[in-house]
């Protein structure tokens, strides 16, 4: 039986870890966590913030989905959008979900990326 999601695996190209640094650790406030040292020679990084974590993989022939994407769950979404923002992503608002606010970012490698709010 399912009990959670452990993580939400997505690509990069190669030679992008620095960029991946910046967002997910500056821009989205994530904690880098080590990788296993026999997963450490693949590149790649991995980010943490509470029970959520993002492995993003080094991908030869990369492409990011246009659609697929990770949905994150956020408190606070209109200061969360602002930090984004400040910190130079783009931050796309959409009123689509029923009973939730949310909207789009993305990341430097073009990596689609949710963030909702249930609506109380």
């Excluded at 030679?15 to 640094?21: A, I, K, N, V």
């Excluded at 997910?24 to 991995?46: D, F, Q």
């Excluded at 930090?83 to 931050?91: D, H, I, K, N, T």
Aim: aromatic share 8%; glycine share 10%.
């Amino acid at each position: 039986m399912l009990a959670a999601v452990d993580h939400v695996q997505l690509a990069a190209p190669p030679g992008s870890e620095e960029r991946l640094r910046e967002y997910y650790g500056n821009v989205l406030g994530m904690t880098e966590i080590p990788k296993p040292p026999a997963l450490a020679p693949r590149g790649g990084c991995w980010f943490q913030a509470g029970p959520v974590q993002l492995h993003l993989g080094i991908e030869t022939d990369f492409r990011p989905a246009k659609k697929a994407h990770p949905g994150l769950r956020v408190t606070g979404i209109e200061a969360y959008a602002a930090r984004l923002e400040e910190r130079g992503a783009q931050v796309v608002w959409d009123d689509d979900l029923p009973g939730h606010k949310r909207f789009y970012s993305e990341d430097p490698v073009g990596n689609r990326l949710e963030f909702l709010e249930p609506v109380q």
